[in-house]
């Protein structure tokens, strides 16, 4: 995917200001540094002592501080990006609304339907751009396979199916010892509810089962850590879809997404660098990418790339993106799946999806 960035039409660069700068922080912040032309990173903001002014040092950052505030209140910032911790998305998403900022935010936008429609109420109030961050829409095999089955390849959806294999951290933990529950869906699977929702354009959810246990760390169940989860969605428009993860993928990190319709099929995805197979008298050999930053580098850029068009254009300094970003009602679709995967897990039955729910 391409961007017409403000350099080619303006001196002026798109600023941003990222809020958290932890694991996936860091790594935007590498992005709109070192690959997006015409984009400045403005100021790095994170409470943890010394994380602002260490990556702001490494990448030529002007301004740094360990209070989001200070970044609010700069009239120089036109948007922010916001990689703090889940809970605090949604306070930030409303204070940066507040302070007249685009907000870009990384998934899930808010924990609960209320924090969430609060801070969507603030975007729409202030009229900012919003965009979270479901970065498999920005994947050039998604995106075609999204474009193939809106332009009816398939025919109509019948199956769909999302599945995500992370490799984990920590022998086979994602970020061990510091557990939140329900992780798996909120954090996790959140991600290809939305590619589902995105494949299934304008069908609505109107049935969610889940399962869900931790056969990676038994020993960490009791504390709320469910590492393998399989998710049922039935759509309005009869199709049926299966979302599915685990923590542990000894093999690399796996995220693929398919549409099995009345005229075919289409898949995205594919663990296996591309860059060398090896053949032998056992067989092929080839290398898996180990990371999301490696499977979805190009893509984590390009919807960073998309937020500062998306700033540009509203400044009148180029047109809009050609294709819609992933917004505040793909925020909300997303996380009432999620949260009745909680539900269904808990009473161990279906989760009828109210019209409310999943009001389009
Ligand atoms: N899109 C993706 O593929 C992807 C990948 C990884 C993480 N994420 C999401 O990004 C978010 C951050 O995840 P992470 O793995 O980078 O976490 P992390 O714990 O590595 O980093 C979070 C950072 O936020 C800082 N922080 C804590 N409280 C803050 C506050 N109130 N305001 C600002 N900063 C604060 C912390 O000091 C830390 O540096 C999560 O919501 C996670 O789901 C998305």
Same mark, same amino acid.
């Given at each position: 995917m391409s961007y017409s960035t403000p350099t080619e039409r303006s001196a002026a660069p798109v600023r941003l200001a990222l809020i958290g700068c932890g694991w996936i922080g860091a790594f935007h912040a590498r992005s709109i540094a070192g690959?997006?032309?015409?984009? =400045?990173?403005a100021a790095i903001a994170d409470p943890a002592p010394g994380a602002a002014a260490g990556l702001a040092g490494e990448l030529g950052v002007p301004k740094y501080t360990l209070d989001a505030a200070d970044v609010l209140d700069d009239?120089?910032?036109?948007g922010v990006v916001i990689a703090s911790p889940a809970a605090f998305h949604a306070d930030l998403i409303t204070r940066a609304a507040a302070a007249g900022k685009h907000v870009f935010c990384e998934k899930?936008?808010?924990?609960t339907p209320d924090e969430l429609e609060a801070a969507l109420a603030a975007v729409a109030q202030a009229g900012v751009e919003f965009q979270i961050g479901f970065n498999r829409r920005f994947s050039t095999d998604f995106a075609e396979a999204k474009a193939r089955t809106a332009r009816g =390849?398939?025919?109509? /959806?019948q199956l769909l199916r999302s599945l995500t294999r992370d490799p984990g951290t920590d022998a086979g933990l994602p970020h061990a010892g510091r557990i939140k529950p329900y992780t798996i869906f909120l954090e996790t699977l959140i991600h290809d509810f939305d590619t589902l929702n995105w494949f299934n354009e304008g069908a609505r959810v109107v049935e969610v089962r889940a399962i869900a246990d931790?056969?990676?760390? /038994?020993?960490?169940k009791d504390a709320g850590l469910l590492d393998t989860a399989v998710v049922t969605l039935r759509y309005d428009n009869g199709a049926i879809a299966v979302a599915e993860a685990n923590f542990n993928a000894l093999y690399g990190y796996d995220v693929r997404g398919e549409v099995f319709g009345s005229a075919g099929m289409v898949t995205a995805g594919n663990p296996?660098?591309?860059s060398v197979s090896g053949y032998g008298a056992d067989g092929m050999t080839a290398g898996t990418e180990r990371l999301n930053i490696e499977l979805f580098r190009d893509a984590y850029r390009d919807e960073l790339g998309h937020f500062a068009q998306l700033i540009a254009a509203r400044q009148g300094r180029g047109s809009a993106p050609g294709v819609a970003g992933p917004g505040a009602q793909a925020a909300r679709d997303a996380l009432a799946v999620a949260l009745a995967c909680i539900e269904s897990v808990q009473t161990g039955a279906p989760v009828v999806m109210s019209r409310a729910e999943t009001a389009r």
């Open positions: 690959y997006l032309p015409g984009v =400045e990173l009239p120089d910032i036109d899930p936008a808010g924990l =390849e398939v025919g109509t /959806p931790a056969l990676v760390a /038994p020993e960490y296996v660098q591309k």
